[in-house]
């Protein structure tokens, strides 16, 4: 079929469109549905959407609706380990002789009706279709561009570029990109140099991007929950963060000082320096105690049991007994205490210094503090 043949009979084939329902049996998202209606449409689409959200089902579709008009599709990746990876998740889903692999140094099956390639060899394949004046897209219906978003890349982009300008009118482009700042702006070029382009966008990450910390205990979702020095401890980082703060602009501060004291009155050459030290200093204070703030501060609660049984355990507790017993014999509870493992009751009560009621009188720790 020539492209003008291909034209000619676009109404007709529009009219044989999937029904995506007969195909997944699940219930497509609202951008994978209004994707596949743009491409019944005879439109490209451009999808940006998270990372995990479903975007290679709106290629999976156009595959699936390209064999079932008896044209081919191009799935073309920006790296050889993803088409080889493609190359395996289609041969499982599409069976092993519709699909074909093309990279710079493997040729597969090379007239299938799914040929996943590298764009680079997409782009090649053009130019050198240019120079030889015939048509290297006969019967392709669809070209997808999977990572789309390598269009950015300042050393690769111009390969996307080229690829979408000189390919022919007649094949729908189904570019799939992680989320992008100028999604639209990349839809309308396309539209310009392509032809009817929508742009299909969603937000919705469905696999959230949580940081966890596993260990012999398990999966903790605890933001850092630990550190070299602090093994176990919830957020501690955020300390460590605050120390280097400030020992950072303990620093910044000698560097004013030496500056301020190598000039005389305004004639001070070292101001840039004082300047930036100062500047510098203001935000990285205001920044560590937000994420202080935000990360460990906020919402921080006592765990009362713990304290109660670090506070029971305490042997410090021992000077409260010292005005009553003596310094002396309040020394031996705190080491009977310390060397047999036993709690300050304990060890009064085998000296028999103080029975359990005077003891209680005494043992008071809110008296200690001034508390009432």
Request: hydrophobic fraction near 35%.
């Amino acid at each position: 079929m020539t492209s003008s043949e291909r034209d000619t009979s676009e109404n007709e084939t529009l009219q044989n469109n999937l029904n995506p329902e007969q195909i997944f049996p699940f219930a497509l998202d609202e951008f994978q549905l209004k994707a596949i209606d743009s491409l019944n449409q005879g439109h490209s689409v451009v999808v940006s959407a998270p990372t995990g959200s479903g975007k290679t089902l709106i290629g999976e579709y156009a595959i699936y609706r390209a064999i079932s008009h008896g044209s081919k599709v191009f799935y073309t990746t920006p790296l050889k380990a993803l088409s080889n990876q493609k190359l395996r998740d289609f041969r499982n889903q599409f069976g092993s002789s519709n699909v074909g692999l093309l990279t710079g140094d493997l040729s597969l099956n090379r007239e299938a009706s799914i040929l996943v390639m590298t764009t680079e060899i997409f782009r090649n394949m053009l130019y050198a279709a240019a120079d030889r004046n015939d048509d290297p897209l006969l019967d392709i219906e669809t070209v997808v561009l999977d990572e789309c978003h390598y269009m950015n890349d300042a050393h690769r982009g111009t390969v996307w570029e080229e690829s979408i300008i000189h390919c022919p009118k007649s094949v729908q482009f189904v570019a799939l990109s992680a989320t992008v700042a100028n999604a639209g702006q990349l839809t309308d070029w396309i539209e310009q140099v392509h032809g009817p382009t929508d742009l299909i966008s969603s937000d919705l990450r469905p696999v959230p991007l949580e940081f966890n910390f596993c260990s012999a205990k398990g999966l903790h979702p605890a933001n850092e929950p630990g550190s070299s020095i602090m093994p176990g401890k919830i957020n501690p980082t955020q300390c460590e963060a605050m120390a280097m703060v400030c020992t950072q602009i303990i620093g910044m501060d000698t560097s004013v000082s030496i500056a301020g004291s190598g000039g005389h009155l305004q004639m001070n050459v070292y101001k840039p320096l004082i300047g930036y030290n100062i500047i510098t200093s203001i935000n990285l204070i205001q920044n560590a105690c937000k994420s202080c703030r935000e990360n460990m501060i906020e919402g921080i609660q006592p765990n009362k049991a713990k304290i109660k049984q670090f506070l029971d355990n305490s042997l410090m507790l021992v000077t409260a007994l010292s005005p009553s017993i003596g310094y002396e014999k309040a020394s031996k509870i705190a080491q009977l205490a310390h060397e047999k493992n036993l709690s300050l009751r304990q060890a009064s009560s085998q000296l028999n210094y103080l029975d359990q009621e005077e003891f209680d009188k005494l043992m008071c720790p809110k008296s200690m503090i001034g508390s009432d």
